[in-house]
């Protein structure tokens, strides 16, 4: 995922440009700020504005300290994993003397160039007044919290974080029922990115408990109607909204 959206940015994006990124439901920021270490690593042009919106001034103060603790539990906002490892566990070992600098021997910080240009607010997805707060963004992260919600909301929510994206630009949304992504994507009138769509549909091991949870990922079938849009996580608002 973190790959086919810095392919994204290369492919539309010009050196003049000032790309805009959201993530919502940040939590205590490590997609985030994965995905501007990747893009930032792979491509010093165009410029980059983020910002990260949660719900939870806790997760989202974590965020914005960018220090992250290899001892403290879950419940503080820094998340600990039963083998020892901080929130971040899943970045590869080579990369990580690359994004963080050591504080003391039990936490480590993101490094600056890639915190550059990087904002944290508390903010509510399903709220309306979401878009006062965020403005259009170019690109739109809204992973992974939409699929314990029921359907109704689910969609409602969806509908709201939609209306971040500036026309033309990206909305990237997975751990979430298959049946409510795509049918607010069809009548959005959102574009399907299928570039790597099955290796990005496979690539999270939390998604293949199916059929026992509403969001994760059913086998793929290309003779269900309209698969692209099921199978596909990344998707491109049309240069006209149709909202």
């Excluded at 059913?218 to 996580?233: C, G, H, M, N, T």
Aim: glycine letters at 6%.
């Amino acid at each position: 995922m973190l790959e086919a959206i810095t392919a994204l940015v290369k492919e539309n994006f010009s050196a003049s440009d000032n790309v805009q990124l959201a993530s919502i439901a940040c939590s205590t920021g490590a997609e985030l700020y994965s995905q501007l270490y990747v893009i930032r690593s792979a491509y010093s042009e165009p410029s980059i504005t983020a910002v990260g919106a949660d719900v939870s001034e806790g997760v989202v103060n974590v965020a914005k300290e960018a220090v992250y603790s290899l001892e403290q539990s879950s419940s503080t906002g820094v998340g600990k994993f039963p083998s020892g490892e901080f929130e971040m566990a899943h970045i590869p070992d080579e990369h990580r003397s690359a994004m963080f600098e050591g504080t003391d021997q039990t936490k480590l910080r993101i490094r600056n160039w890639i915190r550059a240009g990087t904002s944290w607010l508390t903010a509510d997805a399903t709220d309306p007044a979401l878009i006062d707060k965020i403005g259009l963004r170019d690109v739109v992260l809204a992973n992974n919290f939409l699929g314990p919600m029921d359907d109704e909301l689910a969609e409602s929510c969806l509908r709201n974080v939609s209306r971040l994206v500036r026309p033309g630009g990206f909305l990237i949304v997975d751990g979430i029922d298959l049946d409510v992504r795509m049918t607010v994507m069809k009548q959005l009138g959102y574009e399907p990115v299928l570039s790597r769509y099955e290796e990005i549909y496979w690539a999270d091991p939390t998604k293949q408990n199916w059929p026992w949870e509403r969001w994760a990922h059913e086998p793929i079938d290309l003779k269900v109607p309209d698969w692209q849009f099921r199978y596909s996580a990344i998707f491109r608002k049309p240069l006209e909204d149709q909202e």
